[in-house]
């Protein structure tokens, strides 16, 4: 069997009407640097592109007229890439942290998670807790559902319960969600 070679760039490429492909009775056109050259027709706006040496490229055809740039359409492409790029670097999604706790955990053990839980929520962290019981452990279920409210009513300034504490199989599970990001 003969593969063929996957090539990246293919499904990076971007595609914008150009030239010839841009067809409308009357269009805004843009200079390069964004500035305003008028409404003309698609075929003078064509003829001004090619004295500029440059390309005529579709920015929206939403707009009433559609607007359109003469810019280069290397140039147009590679700063299209760059926005997007910026975009996906600006959103930040948060992440979902898990710590774990025992109900019969030491204070001193419950306090240092507890400060791990204050730290993911102050960052606008989401934190999900599970609790896991050992052996018989699981029959004082209570002590389990109590180590998770302690830990809710010390971090309820920072944080909100989006899942209320579970008990599935020998664990419980809990989330808490950042209310507000603090610097």
């Known amino acids: 069997m003969i593969r063929k070679k996957y090539n990246k760039s293919r499904s990076e490429q971007i ?88 109900p019969f955990m030491g204070e001193a053990d419950f306090q240092a998670r507890n400060r791990k839980v204050r730290d993911f929520l102050e960052k606008g962290n989401k934190v999900k807790l599970t609790l896991t019981f050992k052996g018989r452990q699981i029959v004082r279920k209570d002590l389990g559902f109590e180590v998770i409210e302690k830990i809710f009513s010390s971090n309820a300034d920072l944080g909100k319960i989006s899942i209320p504490p579970k008990l599935i199989g020998k664990k419980i599970l809990a989330q808490l969600d950042p209310i507000g990001k603090k610097k």
């Open 15 to 102: 595609y914008v009407k150009a030239n010839h492909q841009i067809h409308f009775p009357v269009v805004r056109v843009l200079s390069e640097h964004g500035d305003s050259l008028g409404e003309m027709s698609s075929n003078e706006a064509l003829e001004k592109a090619m004295e500029l040496e440059s390309d005529l490229i579709l920015v929206t055809d939403k707009a009433e007229p559609p607007v359109v740039k003469i810019i280069e359409l290397s140039k147009y492409k590679y700063q299209l890439k760059k926005k997007t790029a910026d975009t996906r670097k600006k959103s930040k999604t948060a992440e979902l942290k898990e710590l774990r706790f025992t």
